[in-house]
């Protein structure tokens, strides 16, 4: 009698913690989730108080880290025999700096301005980042590809590298002053009616969201010249064949280090590392 005595008190016991817990994590949850209203509400008052003409100059900080110190600073952090490499990729242009210098931005970006949004930022948005890729499902979508460098932050951030990456890239293929213009304010256009259009709608419909390539490709695909139909043509071929590829590095006589392309065999997709040949 004793033991079912105490037996009942602890699952009452156990129940009632259940319950609080349940309550707590109920309130957590309406918290976290403002309603449309709310969110629009929030939206305006960081505008307000951090107007979108505050982000239209940067003035460099007068303690402003040394770019190449910075590099040098990050290159400790890898392998030394690719450190050269990377600083060969990264004089060849403009736009192949501009890859390399994520660091170099992300200080610059950390006094600019923000509305104290915080996201989980890609850390590193720029053109190159994104690309054609399978889903489980053997669509192509079109998206963000890189992570490397995520973490939370202003969403400001991935926006302005992103903007950026297309102003130095139009520049580094020769457009005129308007053409460049007329690219960044699209870029940043389409990025506003994307976050218009997800704030109406539930988070699980955004998690679904995507650019289906072949639906793209029928509507904007007679607008690429007949080169740049061609390099998308064969970026999608391979992009569609399941033998993807990867890269593997090579070492050589004398310490030098290079980097190939090499079809993916059957137990490299299986999940284990490919061997450099």
Same mark, same amino acid.
């Given at each position: 009698?004793?033991?079912?005595?105490?037996?009942?008190?602890?699952?009452?016991?156990?129940?009632?913690?259940?319950?609080?817990?349940?309550?707590?994590?109920?309130?957590?949850?309406?918290?976290?989730?403002?309603?449309?209203?709310?969110?629009?509400?929030?939206?305006?008052?960081?505008?307000?108080?951090?107007?979108?003409?505050?982000?239209?100059?940067?003035?460099?900080?007068?303690?402003?880290?040394?770019?190449?110190?910075?590099?040098?600073?990050?290159?400790?952090?890898?392998?030394?025999?690719?450190?050269?490499?990377?600083?060969?990729? $990264? @004089? /060849?242009?403009?736009?192949?700096?501009?890859?390399?210098?994520?660091?170099?931005?992300?200080?610059? +970006? !950390? =006094?600019?301005?923000?509305?104290?949004?915080?996201?989980?930022?890609?850390?590193?948005?720029?053109?190159?980042?994104?690309?054609?890729?399978?889903?489980?499902?053997?669509?192509?979508?079109?998206?963000?590809?890189?992570?490397?460098?995520?973490?939370?932050?202003?969403?400001?951030?991935?926006?302005?590298?992103?903007?950026?990456? $297309? @102003? /130095?890239?139009?520049?580094?293929?020769?457009?005129?002053?308007?053409?460049?213009?007329?690219?960044? +304010? !699209? =870029?940043?256009?389409?990025?506003?009616?994307?976050?218009?259009?997800?704030?109406?709608?539930?988070?699980?419909?955004?998690?679904?969201?995507?650019?289906?390539?072949?639906?793209?490709?029928?509507?904007?695909?007679?607008?690429?010249?007949?080169?740049?139909?061609?390099?998308?043509?064969?970026?999608?071929?391979?992009?569609?064949?399941?033998?993807?590829?990867?890269?593997?590095?090579?070492?050589?006589?004398?310490?030098?280090?290079?980097?190939?392309?090499?079809?993916?065999?059957?137990?490299?997709?299986?999940?284990?590392?490919?061997?450099?040949?």
């Amino acid at each position: 009698m004793a033991a079912t005595t105490k037996a009942t008190r602890t699952n009452r016991a156990t129940s009632a913690s259940s319950k609080r817990a349940a309550e707590a994590l109920k309130a957590r949850v309406e918290l976290q989730h403002r309603s449309v209203a709310d969110r629009v509400a929030r939206g305006r008052a960081a505008r307000a108080e951090v107007p979108r003409s505050s982000h239209a100059t940067f003035e460099p900080s007068p303690d402003r880290c040394d770019p190449i110190a910075l590099l040098e600073r990050q290159a400790r952090t890898r392998v030394p025999e690719l450190v050269p490499i990377r600083y060969g990729r $990264m @004089l /060849v242009s403009p736009f192949t700096f501009y890859r390399g210098a994520a660091m170099i931005m992300a200080g610059d +970006l !950390a =006094t600019t301005p923000r509305s104290g949004l915080a996201v989980q930022c890609c850390g590193d948005a720029h053109l190159s980042n994104f690309g054609v890729f399978a889903s489980p499902e053997r669509r192509l979508v079109f998206d963000l590809n890189d992570f490397d460098e995520t973490l939370p932050g202003p969403w400001e951030w991935d926006i302005k590298r992103l903007a950026v990456s $297309m @102003l /130095v890239a139009a520049q580094d293929n020769g457009y005129t002053i308007k053409q460049q213009q007329r690219i960044v +304010l !699209a =870029t940043v256009d389409e990025y506003r009616g994307a976050m218009a259009c997800f704030a109406g709608i539930k988070d699980l419909d955004v998690w679904y969201a995507h650019l289906d390539v072949e639906s793209a490709m029928q509507e904007l695909g007679s607008q690429l010249r007949p080169a740049a139909a061609r390099r998308t043509g064969k970026a999608l071929a391979k992009a569609r064949n399941p033998r993807q590829h990867v890269r593997v590095l090579q070492a050589h006589e004398g310490g030098r280090w290079s980097s190939a392309d090499r079809k993916s065999g059957p137990a490299d997709r299986a999940g284990r590392r490919p061997r450099p040949r």
